[in-house]
């Protein structure tokens, strides 16, 4: 009964882009590219941005008729994880369109949010499931944290949604790498198989109009979410160390940025001609359908690795 309303959110979705693609250039409601970004992208200003409201708010209210059928507080978690980071990334669009500019929030003002959002998430697991240690891949042993165990949380969440939100840089990237991630991620914790369908059909109905051309970006209110509700489910699950295999392409888009900008500082020199990596690929001359196909099946073939350790 459940996957025919997923299959209702689907077809839905797909109906529904289309005139919202409509509604949003109707507002003039488009993407400001980055000034510091690649000049191969100024062809994209103006394309119509807010896509993630749609499937961000599809996602929310599968996860909670989910909730209210099987009782299980994992799909309230996940959907108010989603919802929370969608809102800080809808507040973060808005205040981009209303500028006109492509910053919305500044930095401290942004991870101030997230981190209030965090607590709140690593509060609602501490309550439906307590517990202070993380699993160990391929293995039955845990590392207890102890007191660090909320902090530990906390940067685990916020850390993951920027990561998935600065993935977001070319048609179809961070859409289709987090289906793959989201994917494993719920495959290796070895239950709740039905959020696989919750997490990535409402997201491929997206990508369906995200392909390059694009014809509407998700914006912050997607990609916030992305990494938030998939740091939710890794923390339930106690599997946080398996992100780094399941989202492996997110998890090095965040540390090529923190390599770079460290790298600046301390020595004066790049590391990459650009960050995040995807940017540095297409300055080497890649074309931008090359490097999405190729990250794609990189975070597939960590997802595969992953998942054949986990079951043999």
């Known amino acids: 009964m459940l996957f025919f309303v ?12 289309p005139s919202f693609i409509k509604l949003m250039k109707k507002k003039q409601y488009g993407q400001y590219i ?21 499937f961000v708010s599809a996602i929310f209210l599968m996860f909670i008729i989910t909730y209210f059928v099987k009782k299980d507080p994992i799909y309230m978690i996940s959907g108010i994880s989603g919802i929370l980071f969608g809102f800080t990334g809808f507040l973060d669009d808005f205040i981009s369109v209303r500028k006109k500019h492509s910053t919305g929030f500044n930095s401290l003002q942004k991870l101030i949010v997230q981190i209030i959002f965090s607590v709140i998430i690593f509060l609602l697991i501490n309550f439906y499931n307590p517990h202070s240690f993380i699993n160990i891949p391929f293995g039955s042993g845990k590392i207890e944290l102890g007191w660090f165990y909320p902090v530990w949380a906390v940067l685990f969440i916020s850390g993951l949604s920027n990561a998935t939100n600065l993935t977001d840089g070319l048609d179809g990237l961070s859409s289709g790498t987090f289906v793959v991630s989201a ?24 990508m369906m109009y995200n392909i390059k051309p694009a014809k509407i970006f998700m914006g912050d209110t997607g990609s916030l979410s992305f990494g938030a509700m998939l740091a939710a489910i890794a923390l339930y699950n106690s599997s946080e160390f398996l992100t780094v295999f399941t989202c492996f392409i997110f998890i090095c888009e965040l540390f090529s940025v923190i390599i770079q900008v460290s790298s600046f500082k301390l020595r004066n020199k790049r590391v990459f001609r650009m960050a995040p990596i995807h940017h540095h690929f297409e300055l080497l001359g890649w074309s931008e359908e090359r490097v999405v196909m190729n990250f794609w099946i990189i975070n597939l073939i960590a997802g595969i690795i992953t998942f054949g350790g986990f079951i043999l």
Do not use: M, S
Request: proline share 5%; no cysteine; net charge neutral.
């Open 6 to 17: 997923y299959i209702l959110f689907f077809i839905t979705l797909l109906i529904t882009y």
């Open 183 to 206: 994917l494993f991620t719920v495959l290796v914790t070895g239950k709740n198989y039905d959020i696989i369908f919750i997490l990535t059909l409402p997201v491929l109905a997206f």
């Open 34 to 54: 980055r000034q510091e970004g690649p000049d191969l992208h100024n062809y994209k200003q103006g394309t119509p941005t807010f896509g993630g409201i749609l």
